[in-house]
């Protein structure tokens, strides 16, 4: 499994925010949102080829009983599997956070699923071939409800402007089985003005339409910054 990094830091988004834990960010993705905040993971991945116990190895260095498996796109491995087995193995709880275009047998305790709207695609200009397989890969209903009925879930949206809404108004209608209180709807951006700005609509029409509303926490306690 290639993996970019490994670190300890806390949980800034979902139900589980301010939870201290361990991610290990795979490498590799099979979209490529404009506005991704970890290129090294999408874009122009980095990392290394790990097994399964030289991660295991280094997630038990730190005493933490929850262990975040990201990405770029986690799924895309098959050794998620034997690796999310092991996790669960030595106690610790773990979250996957993968797109919801891939499905995988794996364990886990919350799977995190951040469905991706026609509006994250890259520019069909100047990245043409990435334009359409965003479009082509980005919307798999059959993924989402297999993923939706096998795990706990969270499913959290990132919103840019008030074009999204509509667009996440849609998709839970698409999907009746989704309970509204488990969809987080999340303020694009990297700066926190840019998020407390958009913040400012969004929490409303939340509370309008029974979503829950997700802060990047992460941005206003450590900024853009890898390793946390």
Avoid at 23 to 32: I, Q
Avoid at 40 to 65: F, K, L, N
Avoid at 133 to 159: A, C, M, N, T
């Amino acid at each position: 499994m290639r993996i970019a990094e490994i670190y300890r830091s806390v949980q800034g988004e979902g139900f589980l925010t301010g939870v201290p834990s361990v991610f290990v960010r795979a490498s590799g993705c099979n979209l490529r949102c404009w506005f991704c905040d970890t290129p090294y993971a999408s874009w122009e991945p980095e990392g290394r080829d790990m097994s399964t116990d030289e991660i295991v190895s280094q997630v038990e260095e730190w005493d933490s009983e929850h262990v975040v498996v990201t990405g770029g796109e986690p799924m895309l491995f098959a050794e998620l599997i034997p690796l999310c087995g092991r996790l669960r193995e030595i106690g610790r709880h773990v979250t996957i956070e993968t797109a919801g275009t891939l499905h995988l047998n794996v364990e886990c305790d919350l799977m995190s699923i951040s469905p991706k709207f026609a509006s994250s695609a890259p520019d069909a200009k100047d990245e043409p071939h990435w334009h359409r397989r965003h479009e082509r890969e980005r919307h798999r209903p059959g993924v989402i409800r297999k993923l939706v009925s096998e795990y706990q879930y969270q499913l959290k949206f990132v919103v840019d402007s008030g074009d999204d809404l509509q667009a996440v108004r849609e998709y839970v209608v698409e999907f009746p089985e989704i309970s509204r209180d488990r969809v987080l709807v999340m303020p694009q951006g990297t700066k926190q003005e840019q998020l407390e700005a958009r913040g400012d609509w969004l929490k409303p029409f939340c509370e309008a339409e029974g979503f829950v509303f997700c802060p990047r926490k992460q941005i206003e306690w450590f900024g853009p910054v890898r390793g946390t």
